[in-house]
């Protein structure tokens, strides 16, 4: 059993994924008592323990190896008997084992031109713009995660446009631990 929960911020490249988990941690960090929660950046981890198999020149970006990641993820989660508190940072909820995320939020930047300009700014090549963009009309990532957490109110989608929406989905996360906490009987929520 877990003293904190797992949380999979997922969502197409650009939403605002590494933004957000930047603020959730921030603000767990300022709250009172401490919630403590860690970044698990997956991006890192297939870099840094090499769970790639080449890169796509097309796409810029890396093939990723996914059963080595998963080899990977795990071993951090130490699924079951881990004290939690990942807030795990990729693009996609493939792989990942239903049981090691108890709330997988997917961001969701439904204005085309903002995503269009933000992946652009990255020096995306336009086939990469191009698939980016496709993915996050067609609710990809969300559709991928409601198929695999089915269970009632484990996947939240959460508009991630304006400046403003990064604070306020973080603040909602945050109160979403507490909950969880509460409700798991893990002692005071501060
Ligand atoms: P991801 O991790 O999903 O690829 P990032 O967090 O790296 O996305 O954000 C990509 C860029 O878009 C950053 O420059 C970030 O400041 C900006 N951005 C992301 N979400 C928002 C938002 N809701 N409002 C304003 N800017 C955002």
């Not at 003293?3 to 911020?9: A, D, G």
């Not at 198999?53 to 951090?76: A, N, R, S």
């Not at 300009?117 to 090549?125: E, F, N």
């Not at 996050?136 to 957490?149: H, P, R, T, Y």
Request: proline share 2%.
């Amino acid at each position: 059993m877990r003293s904190l929960p797992n949380i999979l911020i997922a969502g197409t490249p650009g939403v605002g994924k590494t933004t957000t988990c930047n603020e959730i941690l921030s603000l767990a960090s300022q709250a009172s008592p401490p919630l403590n929660l860690k970044h698990l950046s997956i991006n890192d981890i297939v870099k840094e323990r090499t769970c790639h198999t080449g890169y796509d020149e097309e796409l810029q970006t890396l093939i990723v190896d996914e059963d080595k990641l998963m080899d990977e993820v795990e071993k951090e989660i130490a699924d079951g008997e881990g004290e939690g508190g990942w807030v795990i940072d990729w693009h996609s909820t493939a792989g990942f084992a239903v049981r090691w995320v108890d709330l997988v939020v997917v961001l969701r930047c439904e204005e085309t031109k903002v995503l269009f300009d933000r992946l652009s700014s990255r020096g995306y090549k336009d086939e990469k713009v191009q698939e980016n963009m496709d993915a996050e009309i067609f609710g990809v990532v969300s559709e991928e995660a409601k198929e695999a957490w089915d269970e009632e109110g484990q996947v939240v989608e959460l508009r991630s446009v304006a400046a403003e929406d990064i604070e306020e989905n973080a603040e909602r996360v945050v109160a979403w631990v507490r909950n969880w906490m509460k409700y798991h009987g893990q002692g005071s929520t501060g």
